[in-house]
């Protein structure tokens, strides 16, 4: 399994600033993964996070915009940029799991997420 | 199309009642299924995996069901609980994909 943690819970934003979202796993994993949750809707995959390259991101989301950092393997951030009230959103990390055995199936486990509310 | 649709958006029963989850997928080509449950405020947690030869699986109260050839879900919860009072999410990952598939999922309230 996997324990993750996000900080902070939660925050009120003014329009306009930035804010970052730090996410910490209790082990190694390759591949950590950032989404959106928007009121009453499931989840968005926004990037893909890669220990030592770039982030990939998902169509409609750009890294001017959610820029992403992953300097170790159990650690990464994701910066809401000049934020807008259209940012008010559940941001969930994410990480993946592979099967401890041959045949197994990969799990992905979710953080408690940050609720951001831009006002 | 790969998308996973959930029935119904949202569903009230009495505590000590069982229900069952509906979930079609059109995603292709399948790796495994997984169903979610997500309280209020908190993140996803898994519930069950099912992959492709697996045709039912329990946790606890939980059983989720998988006609691989019908592309049909099912989680079935017995003996509601008020606990059980959250969103429901059904998850596809298909083969050679990142990317998982996600539900609109299925808000599941538990009144007393």
């Given amino acids: ?119 | 199309k790969n998308q996973v649709e959930q029935s119904p958006q949202s569903l009230i029963i009495l505590e000590g009642k069982n229900c069952t989850l509906q979930c079609n997928y059109t995603v292709s080509p399948f790796s495994n299924l997984r169903w979610y449950k997500q309280d209020t405020g908190r993140g996803p947690v898994s519930l069950t995996i099912m992959t492709f030869s697996e045709n039912t699986k329990s946790n606890g109260r939980y059983t989720a069901t998988l006609d691989a050839d019908t592309k049909q879900s099912s989680l079935h919860i017995t003996a509601s609980q008020l606990s059980d009072s959250a969103s429901y999410i059904c998850v596809v990952r298909r083969t050679g994909f990142q990317k998982l598939v996600f539900g609109t999922g299925t808000r599941l309230l538990v009144s007393p």
């Fill in chain 1, 1 to 119: 399994s996997a324990v993750i943690s996000q900080k902070p819970s939660r925050d009120i934003c003014q329009r306009g600033t930035s804010l970052t979202i730090q996410c910490q796993v209790d082990s190694q994993v390759t591949m950590m993964f950032w989404y959106r949750q928007q009121p009453g809707q499931s989840l968005t995959l926004i990037a893909t996070a890669n220990q030592g390259s770039e982030a990939t991101y998902e169509s409609g989301f750009v890294i001017d915009k959610f820029p992403i950092s992953r300097p170790n393997l159990t650690f990464s951030t994701l910066t809401v940029s000049n934020m807008s009230p259209e940012d008010s959103s559940i941001y969930l990390c994410s990480v993946e799991k592979l099967a401890a055995q041959r045949g197994g199936t990969d799990t992905q486990y979710f953080g408690p997420g940050t609720r951001l509310t831009v006002l």
